[in-house]
C-alpha cells in the first residue's frame, strides 16, 4: 500500500483596468492499495491482481474576497487475471484479461463507468542472446484530474477559466514488435509499434513507429546511437466526424516522429575503494487537481 498527502498554495495578481486578486489552496490525498495472489500450475503461471487508485481533492479559491471551493474524488479499481503459458524455454504466450472500474465526483456530477481492456505479449528465445517480442493491448485514458475542478476562475476581464462536465474518455488500440540482441561488445535493438485513440467522433491515428539503437561497450567507454522513422515522412492523422460534419486534418513534426537521430558517449570509470551503487525509487511527482 502506497499513499501521499500533498499541500498547494497557489497566488495569482492581475493587474489592467480590473485588478484581479486571487489565491488558491488545496489538500491532496492519494492512496493506492494493492494486492497480488500468484498460482503456478504446470506450464501456467496464474496471477491474479489488484490495484485501487483513490484521488481526493479539496480545493478553496478566493477571488477579490470572494470564495469558492470543490471537492473532487477520483477513483479506479484495476483487476487483472493473467496466465504466463511456457511452451517451452524458448516460447512463452501472456495473457492479461484486465477489467477497469472507474468513479469520478465532483460534488455537481458524478459517474461510473467499466472497461475491458485486454493484453497479450509473445516472447520468442532465439540464438546468440537474441529474443523477438510481439504484443498488443487496449486501454483507455481518462481526462486530466484537474478538468473537472468547478471553481469558476477570472483569466482576465473577458476570459474565465472552469470545468467541462463533457468530457471524453479515450480508447486506445496498440500494437507492437521488438527484437534485441546482446553481445560482449554492445546490443542491438529494433522497435516498431502503431496506435490508434478514439473518443467521441474523433479518431487519432499515430504515425508508425520504426526505431532502431544500438551500443558498444569498450573498457568503460560507452557509445550509443539511436534513430526514429529514418529517412521517412510520416504524419498523424486526426478524423473528426459528427452528424454530417466530417473534418480530416494532418499534422507533421519531422526531427521528432520521424528523422530522428541521436549520438550519445560516455565514459565510467571507477577511482578508490570500490562500492556498490543501489538508485533508490522515490515519487517527486507533484500531486494537484488546480485547473
Known sequence: MRGSYTRNHNHRDYMTVKSILSETKEDYYALFPSL????PWKKHAFALKSVYYY?????????NANSDGSTLKFGQLIIDLVDNIRFSKKFQLSIDLQQRFVNVDNSIMSYNKSYFTPKAYITIEMPKSSQLSLGAFMGVFNPDFNLYDTTVKSIDPYQTLTDNPDLPIRDV????????????WGYLQLYG???????????????????????????????????????????TKRVYSVDDFNQTSRSYTPYES??????????????????????????????????
Not at 530522428?260 to 522515490?282: A, C, L, P
Open 36 to 39: 497480488s495472489i500468484n498460482m
Open 55 to 63: 484521488d481526493n481533492s479539496e480545493i478553496t479559491y478566493l477571488e
Open 173 to 184: 488500440w496498440s500494437a507492437y514488435y521488438s527484437f534485441y540482441m546482446q553481445r560482449n
Open 193 to 235: 509499434s502503431e496506435s490508434k485513440y478514439i473518443s467521441l467522433g474523433k479518431t487519432v491515428t499515430m504515425p508508425a513507429l520504426l526505431r532502431f539503437s544500438a551500443g558498444y561497450n569498450y573498457k568503460g567507454l560507452n557509445l550509443n546511437f539511436s534513430t526514429r522513422n529514418p529517412f521517412m515522412r510520416c504524419h
Open 258 to 291: 520521424y528523422e530522428f537521430f541521436n549520438i550519445s558517449v560516455s565514459y565510467r570509470f571507477n577511482y578508490g575503494k570500490k562500492h556498490k551503487f543501489n538508485d533508490v525509487d522515490v515519487d517527486t511527482q507533484k500531486k494537484s487537481a488546480i485547473l
